[in-house]
């Protein structure tokens, strides 16, 4: 059943709802602060998703009236809203297609580019047009671009086969990232630097770090390898594996500005305060407001909310490498979708978890 949702307060307004069963997914907006909150809640259980920075109001749930209607217009006289009354209909519950069975992609592949054209894949990006970016660490040390049904790439940060520490040169390049503004951002792993290449420019600018120089400082990396933003593309989060740490730093920051420890920093090892090489993070806050991390030698995956002192382990047993359903071996990038099924790369082979 579709329905809107309000309450009487001026200052609160649960402006959407949606209602499957016993199960109720709302946006709540706040005109205070201007800010939107997503709850969604069944008959035992009440979920709340929200940035840190900013504070929920939850209204108890006997104090909120479901109207059977399908438009909701505020009244500019009176605090008291206008309705059309109007013949409920029915929607269509999304379903995990994980959990269904319904699986969505195809189990063969098709080969779009080969040994002839890259030398290494470490990392793929797509944009919003399915233009594809792939840092190619080594021996090419470049980023190439691949626009949808092209078959040849395009050559676009980096020099082929000529690796280095000067603005137009890479030196294993890890993970790539467009932002909206076409900006794009690349971890230069032995230059211990994190690149920014202005709108479709060729050279590059340092970001974060020193380049050529490893170092623990707030200000330098110490072998960065993935890297991801927020929804909103202020900050961007480093998994800055050499040092055992997750780094954030504004997306406008420069070369020797300071980033603050999000996650890790405790030294290299298994427990709920540490990370044991960080190599794969995602984070998307409008869906879950933890930050996703795979520990290389660590052989876990984590979930660590960015800023507090501790994570926990959701995937693998903290020093403990296999095969089975149970155990990682070496996992590297990750990737969560919209129904926070995990997927992430071991070595050269993929694996997937569903939540229960």
């Not at 691949?146 to 993970?175: D, W, Y």
């Amino acid at each position: 059943m579709y329905n809107n949702l309000f309450n009487i307060t001026q200052n609160q307004c649960i402006c959407e709802m949606i209602k499957v069963n016993d199960s109720i997914s709302a946006l709540n907006y706040f005109s205070i602060n201007q800010t939107c909150q997503l709850f969604r809640s069944n008959a035992s259980t009440i979920y709340i998703e929200f940035y840190s920075n900013s504070t929920f109001i939850f209204l108890n749930q006997s104090s909120i009236t479901i109207l059977n209607i399908q438009e909701y217009q505020p009244s500019t006289s009176s605090s008291t809203p206008t309705t059309t009354s109007s013949t409920s209909t029915s929607a269509t519950a999304l379903v995990n297609p994980c959990t269904s069975g319904g699986y969505r992609w195809n189990t063969t592949g098709i080969t779009i580019l080969n040994s002839t054209q890259i030398t290494h894949a470490a990392h793929l990006f797509f944009d919003s047009n399915d233009t594809l970016y792939i840092a190619d660490e080594y021996a090419n040390s470049v980023i190439w671009k691949l626009p949808k049904n092209a078959v040849n790439p395009i050559l676009i940060a980096g020099q082929a086969l000529s690796r280095g520490s000067n603005s137009s040169q890479l030196n294993l390049p890890q993970a790539v990232y467009l932002d909206s503004e076409q900006n794009l951002y690349v971890t230069d792993y032995y230059n211990y630097r994190v690149q920014k290449y202005i709108n479709g420019s060729n050279i590059g600018m340092t970001a974060v770090g020193l380049s050529g120089t490893a170092g623990t400082a707030s200000n330098m990396l110490g072998g960065p390898r993935h890297l991801c933003f927020d929804s909103t593309e202020t900050y961007m989060y480093i998994a800055d594996s050499d040092n055992n740490r997750i780094m954030r730093f504004q997306s406008n920051s420069t070369s020797g500005i300071n980033g603050n420890v999000v996650a890790g920093g405790n030294g290299a090892g298994n427990g709920t305060t540490q990370l044991n090489y960080p190599w794969g993070i995602q984070y998307l806050p409008s869906i879950s407001t933890y930050l996703y991390i795979t520990n290389y030698y660590g052989h876990t995956i984590m979930q660590w909310a960015p800023g507090n002192t501790s994570g926990s382990f959701i995937a693998g047993t903290p020093g403990v490498s296999g095969s089975n359903a149970t155990l990682l071996n070496n996992p590297m990038g990750i990737k969560i979708d919209t129904y926070l099924n995990q997927q992430w790369t071991i070595g050269e082979v993929d694996r997937e978890t569903v939540p229960l």
